[in-house]
């Protein structure tokens, strides 16, 4: 199973969320954002670290005002 990950901005943080286990977590880099939702993912289901898929979806900060704007890619 692929696990969708929705990721926002909230102040210094990034805030990682997985709808399908109602769960949150923060990375403080885009970087760090992967393997956060990973060992969410990981923790929430015992699922093993490596066998963990997820696609994530990242808002885009509203600087144009455009409601549309997102950035996406598959792990």
Do not use: K
């Not at 399908?20 to 969410?40: F, I, K, S, W």
């Not at 490596?50 to 549309?68: F, K, L, M, Y």
């Amino acid at each position: 199973m692929t696990y969708e990950v929705s990721v926002t901005r909230d102040g210094a943080w990034w805030m990682v969320a997985v709808p399908a286990l109602d769960a949150v977590t923060q990375a403080r880099t885009l970087g760090e954002v992967d393997a956060a939702a990973r060992e969410l993912v990981a923790l929430d289901t015992g699922t093993a670290l490596d066998e963990v898929n997820i696609s994530v979806h990242v808002e885009a900060e509203q600087t144009t005002g455009r409601d549309d704007q997102s950035l996406r890619h598959a792990r």
